[in-house]
């Protein structure tokens, strides 16, 4: 990675220099010999350093290799971790052992009351480590920095809500957050989530760090959950989790600094806005579908419900896309989620931004579909609800000029194509 960005900041260089207009040939000779030099120079430092660490991994796992065989106080039959960090289970003292090594030297911390739970219940991954012991209710979160082990130890059985449970034993299980900055790291755990059913929490650590209980279900709700199989399904989509109960109809929305929780029958009505032009909505009480069902006008709130089909070979300058949340709560009216994760404006007819656009909609797309699904979920279950709410309000219907206006002001904002703007023209002059 970094020799791609030495060679990349050069090419730029090289390219400024003859855009300048200011250099001649002896000048482009002498940079081409440079150029030339440089990258010669910098293989050698990278084959060097992929020397020095492939060694050095070599020494690490020899130096794991004599601790194990000198060392006969604890048991290593169980582990797991890596040639930098691993972690020991001994099942007789109850205790996992930490340990950093590092070319100079090992350095080891115990922690007390931890047995193996199983492997996905400790579970390690760039440095990051979480374990989470059923038995005790114990949560072990860490990582390390130079020689020092850093970690931090949760007692849920010692917290005051939810010592409750379910009627039966339900498997707690982690799972793991993808966020914008560190997405593609191939096992990114720097956001995990525990999720523990039989009493109604989740812990979120960040960074091997311990951050956040959420109560997710008051403690009498709990015995009335039964069966012994999770109930909760859990999507990754754009940089929040969106983890859902489908037993109490409860939703938990976990971005890079914060959570909410919804029940199913809070959500009123989900909608995907572009540069603040309404898109798509979908209420209890009705739904108004997009060009990729016919594209309709939405009755008097004057957007075409559209562009989500992607369309993006248009000439569109995208400054926001956002799916709004419309809440059954006079506190909070409106819970917005955030699609356009960089910043600036994105212009689609510019290949990488063209690129990020699909991205961006892809996930805009999958979070509206998740949560109309909730809506329809919610409207099933709770039909006296759906009913209050899809109550006709009287207004004033809007006018095929007033329409027409509208389906302008689209087109001129690059939502709309030519082709679109006529045939949504065509159909209001029917």
Do not use: W
Not at 43 to 63: H, Y
Not at 299 to 309: P, T
């Amino acid at each position: 990675m970094k020799t791609k960005t030495y060679l990349s900041a050069l090419v730029l260089l090289f390219f400024s220099l003859l855009a300048g207009g200011s250099v001649n040939d002896d000048d482009i000779r002498a940079f081409a010999i440079c150029f030339v030099v440089i990258v010669v120079v910098i293989g050698i430092f990278v084959g060097i350093q992929n020397v020095v660490e492939s060694s050095n991994k070599e020494k690490r796992l020899r130096m794991i290799k004599e601790d194990e065989q000198a060392s006969t106080d604890f048991d290593r039959s169980v582990s797991i971790g890596d040639d930098r960090c691993k972690l020991y289970f001994d099942a007789s003292k109850n205790k996992v052992m930490i340990m950093r090594i590092m070319t100079e030297g090992i350095t080891k911390e115990y922690v007390d009351g931890f047995d193996f739970p199983r492997k996905d219940l400790a579970r390690y991954g760039n440095g990051i480590f979480n374990v989470y012991d059923p038995k005790s209710r114990k949560l072990l979160s860490g990582t390390y920095k130079d020689a020092k082990i850093i970690y931090d130890v949760t007692d849920f059985s010692q917290e005051s809500k939810n010592r409750k449970t379910t009627k039966e034993a339900i498997e707690p299980f982690f799972c793991s957050m993808k966020t914008k900055n560190n997405s593609t790291l191939a096992n990114d755990m720097s956001t995990n989530v525990l999720i523990d059913e039989n009493h109604g929490l989740m812990a979120v650590t960040r960074n091997g760090k311990f951050k956040q209980l959420i109560y997710y279900i008051k403690e009498e709700k709990l015995p009335t959950k039964t069966g012994c199989e999770s109930r909760i399904s859990v999507k990754n989509i754009g940089s929040y989790l969106f983890i859902m109960d489908d037993f109490f109809k409860v939703l938990v929305l976990i971005s890079d600094s914060s959570h909410k929780v919804f029940n199913y029958t809070d959500i009123i009505e989900v909608s995907y806005e572009e540069n603040g032009n309404q898109l798509f909505t979908k209420s209890t009480g009705r739904t108004v579908g997009g060009a990729i069902v016919g594209g309709v006008l939405m009755g008097g709130a004057g957007a075409v419900v559209g562009g989500l089909s992607g369309n993006s070979k248009q000439n569109k300058e995208i400054k926001s896309m956002n799916v709004k949340i419309l809440l059954r709560n006079t506190d909070q009216t409106t819970y917005t989620l955030y699609f356009k994760d960089s910043s600036g404006v994105l212009k689609t007819k510019e290949e990488n931004d063209r690129k990020l656009y699909e991205k961006y909609l892809k996930n805009a797309n999958r979070a509206k579909d998740l949560l109309s699904i909730i809506i329809d979920d919610a409207r099933q279950n709770a039909p006296q609800i759906a009913h209050v709410v899809s109550q006709p309000v009287a207004s004033k219907s809007p006018s095929i000029a007033d329409e027409l206006t509208k389906l302008a002001k689209l087109k001129n904002d690059g939502i709309l194509t030519e082709e679109e703007f006529q045939a949504q023209k065509t159909k209001l002059l029917g």
